[in-house]
């Protein structure tokens, strides 16, 4: 299965300011620069079991299928 990347932008697409973003990067352990630059692996921040992050998820990937 091919890897879906959450963007920065799918995100404040999602109303999410960075601030907030920021915040939680940086409690749970995640490079934010790393992440407005790229991306994240979205299996990353699966992983942390947060319903905004699984929201940002289904937004990458509807994208990803042309949703």
């Known amino acids: 299965q091919e890897m879906t990347i959450i ?5 404040r697409e999602l109303g999410y300011c960075n601030r907030g973003l920021r915040e939680w990067f940086a409690r749970e352990g995640l490079d934010w620069p790393e992440f407005v630059k790229h991306g994240i692996d ?18 990458a990937e509807g994208e990803a299928h042309g949703q």
């Not at 963007?7 to 995100?11: A, E, K, P, V, Y």
């Open 7 to 11: 963007l920065h932008r799918h995100c």
């Open 42 to 59: 979205a299996e990353v921040i699966r992983q942390r079991d947060n319903a905004m992050a699984e929201r940002a998820i289904a937004k």
